[in-house]
């Protein structure tokens, strides 16, 4: 009957002993070797940090709040600009969210089922090219240590998660939880970014060098992930009243500063970035018995915070 | 303007044009070695599928409907003894989902700050050995061809996704989506049962072998993956009315026959079963230019179905 309390299980990240969980493991003790993610973060400083560019931020508007995704012209540049031209013109204002496949993904844009009925698209381009994967020469990549089974080499590029084939010298975006892709059909260069899809399971890294990813959701996820899912093929809803209505995207230089959400992204080229990594790698506090000492991509944070106010 | 159709992009599933993807792949054509995953499910076998025993299966009943949970007793047999008891007895009826954290679980109990609020455990055990991992002996593994960054080998074990480790002879549950845990505190044999979470997201495998994993969700997967999330550390509901309520857990065989979910699972120890991984390894419809040669563990289907009328 003297329980414990289960519920703060599983995960207490409050409580970091960081010592006693190193000499488990056989190592010698020392604190600073095995700052949690969350001390190490703590003790960042402002250049660890890098304020998200307004001219490569959407805001995807809702009635449950704002989802603020990050934008990669470096992977995408085509994609990217067309994006930014729908954004501009309010192509997406008043469509909707018409998919949600339970551990795969949520997908917006046009519903209407007859092309004819389709919203017409001002002055984007309605073709691009397939914009699968980028010659990695002065890509700034931040390898992971770690081995991975579907690409030669992981890492971070500015913040995303990316791959990289020194063989034929090309990166590309990964599919992790969050990234955000360009819905397409057979044909590689079909798409153009009106239809866009968010992971929301498993990173489905089979879709890797073959889909233009186009960007990153850095805050707002769980808007996205618990929408009901879609119950007819492919998760897609049976019933247009099923879908969620979205208000705007906008790019974020085109909103009124004061209402612009202020937003860092840690980055992933810095010596407190590959700290964090080892800390997931080898979890240091007291629930965790047996560090794992490995991590796949998709399982590194990647933290966002509102900027500190300016003492 | 005459843009193709997105909306049945990114996977088109009905189509399955596996000669082109096999020419395209430079195999010799052959549609027999190139079958999609349906076309390998519609071509099974009454053999290769296993009716789930009531007595190891869990209901979790919702007011959005019931989740059907397979139990682990190969793995975690205290525990699995336990949760029959705690579900003939009625524990969980009345009971909530008090936390839900995004890309990561939910988590269901007794919700009640204070100790000696809670509900007393009846004839269950307060305490139980942890059972992070098993003896390898006499499991019947069937390991995937890849390799896993987390364990030296991966596959499954009579339907469930484990991993194994010839070195020390022992063999765990993986954390997938939807695998079933039991929540603890910080010492290992701190879980006994009360407290589950499912994964929601990317699977945590850093917590194999850290922690009693005791089942799967086989069914309604999606009732749980889109409850809102909680605002609270850890995604725990900050007030009580966000929290979801449990109408009741059963086990299964005390469910009036008629009131049952009958279903069976995809067995995993088959050619047909290989033959489908093979399939996701190397998708080969037509929306793929790349088949990946490679699958993660946790991105291999485990096939469930209402069992088809005896002709």
Same mark, same amino acid.
């Given at each position: 009957m003297p329980k414990p309390r289960l519920l703060a299980a599983l995960l207490p990240a409050a409580?970091?002993?960081?010592? $006693?969980?190193?000499?488990?493991?056989?190592?010698? @003790?020392?604190?600073? !070797?095995?700052?949690?993610?969350? /001390?190490?973060?703590?003790?960042? !400083?402002?250049?660890d940090w890098r304020a998200l560019d307004p001219g490569n931020t959407l805001y995807l508007e809702l009635a449950s709040g704002r989802v603020v995704i990050e934008l990669a012209p #470096? $992977?995408?540049p085509a994609h990217v600009a067309n994006l930014r031209t729908l954004a501009r013109e309010g192509y997406w204002n008043g469509l909707s969210i018409n998919r949600s496949q339970d551990n795969f993904v949520v997908q917006w844009g046009d519903g209407a089922e007859? /092309?004819?009925? +389709?919203? @017409?698209?001002? %002055?984007?381009? %309605?073709?691009? @090219?397939? /914009?699968?994967?980028?010659?990695?020469? !002065?890509? #700034?990549?931040?390898?992971?240590? #770690?081995?991975?089974?579907?690409?030669?080499?992981?890492?971070?590029?500015?913040? $995303? @998660?990316?791959?990289?084939?020194?063989?034929?010298?090309?990166?590309?975006?990964?599919?992790? *939880?969050?990234?955000?892709?360009?819905? +397409?059909d =057979?044909?590689?260069?079909?798409s153009n970014g009106t239809e866009l *899809?968010?992971? =929301?399971?498993?990173?489905?890294?089979?879709? #890797? +060098?073959? =889909?233009?990813?186009?960007g990153r959701v850095v805050q707002g996820m769980e808007l996205? %992930?618990?929408?009901?899912?879609?119950?007819?093929?492919?998760? $897609? *809803? /049976? !019933?247009? &009243?099923?879908?969620?209505?979205?208000?705007? =995207? +906008?790019?974020?230089? &085109?909103?009124p500063q004061n209402e612009r959400t202020a937003l860092e992204v840690l980055r992933t080229d810095t010596p407190l970035f590959d700290e964090l990594v080892e800390a997931r790698r080898n979890r240091r506090d007291d629930f965790y018995k047996r560090p794992a000492g490995h991590i796949d991509l998709c399982n590194v944070p990647l933290p966002a915070r509102t900027p500190p106010a300016k003492g």
């Open positions: 409580l970091m002993l960081a010592l $006693f969980a190193a000499q488990a493991n056989g190592q010698t @003790p020392s604190a600073a !070797k095995a700052r949690s993610m969350q /001390e190490i973060l703590d003790a960042s !400083k402002p250049s #470096d $992977f995408a007859d /092309e004819k009925a +389709r919203k @017409p698209l001002g %002055s984007a381009k %309605s073709k691009l @090219p397939a /914009e699968f994967s980028r010659s990695s020469d !002065k890509l #700034d990549f931040h390898a992971l240590p #770690d081995r991975d089974g579907w690409a030669p080499q992981v890492g971070f590029a500015d913040g $995303f @998660p990316a791959a990289r084939d020194p063989a034929s010298k090309t990166a590309w975006l990964a599919h992790c *939880y969050g990234m955000v892709g360009a819905g +397409r =057979i044909a590689p260069d079909s *899809y968010v992971v =929301i399971g498993q990173s489905p890294r089979q879709l #890797d +060098r073959n =889909i233009t990813t186009v996205l %992930s618990v929408l009901p899912r879609g119950t007819g093929p492919l998760g $897609f *809803y /049976e !019933k247009p &009243e099923q879908r969620t209505a979205i208000k705007a =995207i +906008r790019l974020a230089s &085109e909103v």
